[in-house]
């Protein structure tokens, strides 16, 4: 039998984040772009180079993006929005940036999540323009590992059907795929002609549910695909969960199949054992976890390996992580700081390699022990007894609603913020010199007050109505709160991209989450004495915490939320007892969080809201507690989220050009609601005009009493004068509309 080390991606961002700082820098203007692209190859170069150190056979190019992969595929195809038709006059880099963030008169393309990571993909727009290759920019990178390295690599791309089924702006699918198909022929054409043995086409989509005409429809992508195809291998791969409709599927005119045996472990194996796998494919098995951080336990993945070929007798299989390795930090090597007992768990992207490149020795060596990898028992996480009535505020919410009205005495269409403000470079370096000693904890604290307090002044300048205090002393909206919370480990460089060049550093559990002091009470308390106007409490919730960190995969995941509402409830009650009338509990990863089938959902909300109403119901009637999420897909998921039972929720709406406004046509939402006016990741500033006509479409389906104003996300990672200048647009935007209802009243 013949063995394969690969990989489905490797990490693009670098070490240190050579990447994000490349990218930023030619943004700002400080490097030409032959310089910038130049920097760029190096990285990728650097990349393939580190890989082949760690021994892979098989390496993969097309893993790499100048922004984001999924925009990489449409930019090559040429389906770029007629709105941008103004900036084509710029060149192509600048035309791909545009789409990506915005450029003057022409919003952003919608960006939502990659299936359920915390990873934000640019969503493809099709609105009836003629597609073409602008470039084959595989062919170039395959050409650029060939000849500067010598090695022939496995050129990898989004497939077919994921892109058709993730874009947007079509009514016939069959239509897209008839311009489509022809183009990625022509790509693989060109890739196998220069000498790509492999190209993979990455399906993801095929693992959701899938009905009658869907699965015909993919047969007949991949039949036209093979019916043109002449030479050369596709590998078809899925990751994240098991296969849908596996039986028909893995009949598809492919070479190979991969195949995720982490998430999809189950189904995968249940499926196999029952419908067997094609003799004449190659089966990519996904072994090693490419989403969690934890070493792998090396004699019971040989084992899985084994199982597997007990049902298959193959005659090439490959080894590989079960995702791409984009997902988790580049190498645990650089964690200098860390308690060597929890780093002697850890397996990042380099660490997994090892792992694969272990497995697969073992079985091509026989009498080769595997040890060493099985994780030493941690102490278990600790149930916690609790009752009904702790997940129930005191009172319904037309109670609490005319209560609060009373007593914050807001008008209407109040105007607030999502909770941060932007971190300039004096927050970012102050810091640092606090962090390492430079400066001392005095001296640090007072320039968070004076920062807090010119922002505060800021927000009364624009007439706000809900302040906030802008978390200048936060890294990040988890890695905060994992600093504070007994139960986590933090890392130094265990960096993943969020979206665009926005990179996360998350948290580990790694015992039991506990509540040790007050976490952000000194500093919201301080500005709610700056000023008579109301700041809100900012804080995380419990399942985005869970989400958005490196969690222990031997405990339930309802355990470990509930312990991490038990710890925010007790801060929620220090900032009630301090007089914090308004306390946000953001929870963008709730969404998130779902299995990526519809059918397994109510097994997760049955643990996930409670959760969140565990942490947030012991506060009185007269507390007013808001929820934020951002940046998925909604429109099937009202319902949940008036399930959480808060007072008013803030969510996106402008990137993806008021889908939910729509939505709630068809399903109505009753309590308070802020739908996001401005796309905060864009550096454009939008109009008074632009934001007042979002709001006036969100009145057909909102009661004036339910409608709060308010950007769609956090404003940490703007400039100040972007900042201010669009927030004062937003104020004028609902003055506007103040005005209008008052003299359509009178």
């Not at 091509?364 to 099985?374: A, D, F, H, Q």
């Amino acid at each position: 039998m013949k063995w394969t080390r690969t990989v489905i991606g490797y990490p693009y961002i670098g070490e240190d984040r050579e990447w994000k700082r490349c990218l930023e820098a030619f943004w700002r203007g400080e490097v030409s772009e032959e310089t910038f692209l130049d920097q760029l190859k190096q990285i990728r170069l650097s990349r393939l180079k580190r890989q082949m150190e760690l021994g892979i056979d098989v390496m993969t190019v097309g893993d790499f993006t100048l922004y984001d992969r999924m925009l990489d595929t449409a930019f090559m195809f040429g389906m770029i929005p007629a709105r941008y038709s103004d900036v084509s006059r710029l060149s192509n880099l600048s035309l791909y940036y545009a789409m990506a963030r915005g450029e003057k008169g022409a919003v952003a393309c919608e960006m939502t999540k990659w299936f359920n990571t915390n990873y934000h993909y640019i969503v493809p727009e099709y609105d009836g323009q003629e597609l073409y290759i602008t470039n084959n920019r595989l062919l170039d990178w395959f050409k650029e590992a060939r000849d500067e390295l010598g090695v022939v690599t496995k050129p990898t791309m989004i497939g077919p059907y994921t892109f058709i089924k993730l874009a947007k702006g079509y009514d016939d699918w069959e239509a897209l795929a008839e311009q489509l198909i022809p183009l990625y022929s022509q790509v693989i054409a060109e890739l196998i002609k220069e000498g790509a043995e492999w190209v993979q086409l990455e399906e993801p989509a095929l693992v959701l549910t899938l009905d009658e005409e869907e699965v015909a429809f993919v047969k007949s992508i991949y039949e036209k695909l093979a019916a043109e195809k002449t030479a050369g291998n596709i590998m078809l791969q899925t990751y994240f969960e098991g296969l849908s409709v596996y039986e028909e599927l893995i009949h598809l005119p492919v070479d190979g199949i991969g195949l995720d045996f982490v998430s999809g472990y189950l189904q995968n194996m249940t499926s196999m054992k029952q419908f067997g796998f094609p003799a004449e494919k190659v089966l990519a098995i996904g072994i090693v976890d490419g989403r969690n951080i934890w070493k792998a336990d090396l004699v019971e993945k040989a084992e899985l390996i084994q199982s597997i070929l007990e049902v298959f007798k193959a005659a090439e299989v490959w080894v590989q992580p079960s995702c791409s390795l984009q997902h988790v930090p580049v190498s645990a090597s650089m964690e200098q700081k860390m308690d060597g007992n929890i780093k002697g768990l850890l397996a990042f992207a380099d660490e997994k390699i090892k792992e694969i490149d272990q497995l697969v020795t073992y079985f091509e060596k026989p009498g080769i022990v595997l040890g060493g990898n099985r994780r030493a028992v941690q102490p278990a996480v600790t149930g916690v007894t609790l009752e009904s009535e702790d997940f129930k505020r005191s009172s319904p919410y037309p109670v609490r609603r005319d209560i609060q009205a009373q007593k914050l005495n807001l008008p209407i269409f109040p105007t607030t913020t999502i909770g941060s403000f932007p971190q300039s470079k004096e927050v970012k370096e102050t810091r640092k010199a606090w962090r390492n000693k430079i400066i001392s904890d005095e001296s640090y604290e007072a320039f968070i007050a004076r920062e807090t307090e010119r922002w505060i002044r800021i927000q009364e300048d624009l007439e706000l109505d809900v302040l906030v205090h802008g978390e200048f002393e936060r890294t990040d909206m988890v890695e905060y709160f994992g600093e504070k919370l007994d139960g986590f480990a933090l890392s130094e460089k265990a960096w993943v991209v969020s979206y665009g060049s926005r990179c996360v550093k998350p948290p580990i559990i790694y015992g039991d989450v506990k509540w040790l002091e007050p976490m952000t009470l000194k500093e919201t308390a301080a500005a709610q004495a700056m000023t008579e106007k109301p700041v809100k409490g900012m804080l995380t919730g419990p399942v985005t915490i869970l989400n958005w960190s490196f969690v222990r995969d031997d405990i339930p995941r309802k355990d470990v939320a509930n312990q991490l509402a038990l710890a925010l409830r007790k801060e929620i009650d220090c900032l009630e007892q301090a007089g914090i009338t308004i306390i946000q509990v953001d929870e963008p990863a709730l969404r998130e969080g779902l299995p990526l089938r519809m059918v397994d959902w109510q097994e997760y909300l049955t643990w996930a809201i409670p959760s969140f109403r565990l942490a947030t119901s012991g506060v009185q009637d007269e507390t007013q507690i808001h929820t934020h999420m951002c940046y998925c897909d909604f429109h099937d998921f009202v319902k949940p989220i008036e399930a959480l039972d808060v007072d008013v929720i803030s969510i996106e709406t402008s990137r993806s050009h008021g889908e939910f406004i729509q939505s709630l046509q068809h399903t109505p939402y009753e309590k308070g609601i802020g739908l996001g006016v401005y796309d905060i990741h864009s550096p454009r500033i939008p109009s008074t005009e632009e934001m007042l006509e979002i709001m006036q479409d969100s009145l057909e389906v909102l009661e004036l009493s339910q409608f709060w104003v308010n950007p769609d996300c956090g404003l940490k990672t703007r400039r100040e004068e972007e900042t201010v200048a669009s927030l004062r647009h937003m104020v004028s935007a609902a003055k506007q509309l103040r005005s209008f209802i008052k003299m359509r009243q009178y």
